[in-house]
């Protein structure tokens, strides 16, 4: 990763379930409707962040917005859902247990 790239760091989302439930949130279904994702059980991983150069080759336009409008923001989680995850990743990177994965296409 290049110093003049613009790096972000993100919790993962995985239709696998976590092997703890220490280190993943369930992504509830209402939510995943809302943001417009499909409707699988889906978990937020909290212990390990990934970092890549803005935008990764993971991530996908919005396929339900016109073609002007085309992002890759799908929307906001909900406040108690978001301060659930952020004290969560908090926690484990207190603990020592928060691991960061530089991804590169």
């Not at 699988?40 to 339900?64: K, M, Q, R, Y």
């Not at 016109?66 to 969560?88: C, N, T």
Request: aromatic residues 6%; proline residues 9%.
């Amino acid at each position: 990763m290049d110093e003049n790239q613009l790096v972000v760091t993100v919790c993962p989302i995985t239709h696998r379930p976590p092997d703890d439930s220490v280190g993943a949130l369930a992504l509830p279904i209402a939510v995943k409707q809302r943001l417009g994702l499909d409707a699988e059980e889906s978990w937020i991983i909290t212990h390990e962040l990934n970092a890549f150069v803005w935008p990764g080759v993971d991530l996908e336009i919005v396929p339900t917005k016109p073609p002007a409008q085309r992002s890759f923001s799908y929307g906001l989680l909900p406040e108690r859902l978001y301060l659930q995850l952020r004290d969560q990743v908090i926690c484990h990177q207190r603990a020592g247990r928060l691991r960061i994965v530089k991804c590169t296409e």
